[in-house]
């Protein structure tokens, strides 16, 4: 399981359009907030490896090619926890 | 915006997985409940032309194969507006 704590710095991006409480700040972009950490994690590994395109894929493909498979876990638990 | 309680007897099948009351039954598989509607909505078009691959992708585009645009509005309504 990753580091929640660890997350939240790496978090600061995220939080510029799904919002610093976990609910998205832009129309049509999800709410991460309680969201299953394992999901995030499929998530940001399919928009890394390209296969998840459609939709607004073309905005996280770039943002998860920064981050390596512990930065997901981590940012996975980060928002996971969030009430 | 879609219609909640059409949704609803469409959403039966998503249940299974995502669960009754949007949080999902199976380790990996998001949460829906209280998601923003238009990302549902974008993300099982992304299913249903294929452009959305990679994580369970395989398992979600034949089910999003199965809704209209209508459809996919009145379940991305149902779910969303759950608390």
């Known amino acids: 399981a990753g580091d929640a704590q ?5 978090a600061a991006i995220c939080a510029a359009c799904h919002g610093a409480n976990g609910i998205a700040v832009i129309p049509g972009y999800p709410n991460l907030k309680g969201q299953n950490a394992q999901y995030i994690v499929n998530a ?8 998840r395109t459609g939709g607004n894929a073309l ?6 090619a920064m981050l390596s498979d512990t930065d997901m876990e981590n940012v996975a638990a980060y928002f996971s926890q969030m009430k």
């Open 44 to 51: 940001l590994k399919s928009y890394k490896s390209k296969e």
């Open 59 to 64: 905005v996280m493909q770039p943002q998860a």
């Open 6 to 10: 660890a997350g939240k710095s790496k």
